[in-house]
């Protein structure tokens, strides 16, 4: 098992270009989520999707939107990037009752 | 507004001494409480988690203790070791389980 995946690993990007993080996840979970970390922020929930279909707003959301695309694969994507949004973007599953979520390892972006 | 709050960004500790990291949190709805350790370059990944109707929850050398008078959880690691050097982030949920709020992390180094 593959775990999380999550690509690409590193992206520059100018300010206003958009692009798509993609993550998949092989271990039938139903819910998955994208986090930023920032330095002294910790993590924080942009979007989560408790079940196929479904999406939500997470503490920071603006800028971003998300699509899950089937059970497997969740992704985000910057419509119009800003320096604001550099960062480290982490994907994360979780599967039925158990809290615990299994992290992907990350993408390092950069706003330019 | 940080729900959930780790006031020691970092900790150094001699191997075999015991390492104690702090958590504190200020909604009364959240019910449990997760730790999570983080290797640069990584995602972070699940240690030890805790229900509010326990305050106890140990799993080898790592206890965590939970006082909900306090708001307040703590992680014991006994004894410590090199690679436990990580960092240690605290993460609570409460409610549906869909969203969870981390802190900032406290980077703790094991002094061989």
């Known amino acids: 098992n593959a775990g999380v995946t999550q690509t690409p690993k590193f992206q520059v990007l100018k300010t206003g270009q958009s692009m798509t993080l993609q993550c998949a996840q092989d271990?039938?979970?139903?819910?998955m989520y994208w986090y930023r970390q920032d330095p002294g922020m910790g993590l924080r929930l942009i979007y989560y999707?408790?079940?196929?279909?479904?999406?939500d707003k997470g503490e920071v959301p603006n800028g971003y939107n998300v699509s899950r695309l089937n059970k497997r694969e969740f992704s985000l994507r910057l419509e119009s990037a800003a320096p604001s949004q550099t960062s480290v973007y982490f994907c994360?599953?979780?599967?039925?009752?158990?809290?615990?979520?299994?992290f992907g390892p990350g993408t390092r972006l950069t706003v330019t | 507004d940080q729900q959930v709050k780790q006031n020691s960004p970092s900790l150094s500790v001699q191997e075999g001494r015991i390492s104690i990291l702090n958590c504190d949190y200020t909604n009364s709805m959240f019910d449990y409480f997760l730790w999570y350790k983080k290797y640069p370059a990584e995602g972070p990944t699940f240690l030890i988690s805790i229900s509010s109707i326990k305050d106890k929850n140990e799993d080898g050398r790592f206890t965590v203790f939970l006082n909900k008078s306090a708001k307040h959880l703590s992680l014991h690691i006994v004894p410590s070791q090199p690679g436990d050097s990580a960092v240690y982030f605290c993460a609570a949920s409460g409610g549906t389980g869909n969203q969870f709020y981390f802190g900032t992390g406290t980077s703790l180094t094991v002094i061989p």
């Open positions: 994360a599953s979780r599967g039925g009752a158990i809290y615990e979520q299994y």
């Open positions: 999707s408790a079940s196929e279909g479904t999406t």
């Open positions: 271990m039938n979970h139903n819910s």
